[in-house]
């Protein structure tokens, strides 16, 4: 499975972003797609997660202004991000899970300005 996440940039606190996760290659029915982000320093953390029957998961520092989405016939997953904060500046990163193995995607930057 290959992924292409695309969507990051420099965004005024305030703003908006949206980042797109393309899944490519053998992709199993049931899987899991999950957006995480590694700001500088730090370990990487899950941001969302959304299960192919569209079950999500948010980590508390961003519900409410992050929603995660996917289309199951483009096989990609989308992370609307809303009233961006300068503490969301990171590289995010998207995960594919299956049974059997999990893949990431090379990450895209995102920098909120103040």
């Known amino acids: 499975v290959q992924l292409q996440a695309s969507g990051g940039g420099l965004v005024q606190a305030g703003g908006a972003l949206r980042l797109s996760c393309a899944a490519s290659?053998?992709?199993?029915?049931?899987?899991?797609m999950s957006w995480y982000r590694q700001a500088a320093g730090e370990q990487r953390e899950l941001v969302a997660a959304?299960?192919?029957?569209?079950?999500?998961n948010y980590a508390d520092l961003v519900k409410g202004r992050f929603t995660i989405s996917r289309d199951n016939a483009k096989n990609t997953m989308y992370l609307q991000m809303n009233n961006l904060k300068p503490e969301d500046t990171a590289v995010y990163y998207c995960?594919?899970?299956?049974?059997?193995?999990?893949?990431w995607g090379q990450g895209t930057q995102v920098t909120v300005s103040s």
């Open positions: 290659g053998n992709i199993v029915s049931i899987n899991t």
């Open positions: 959304i299960t192919s029957d569209s079950r999500t």
């Open positions: 995960l594919y899970r299956d049974r059997a193995s999990d893949y």
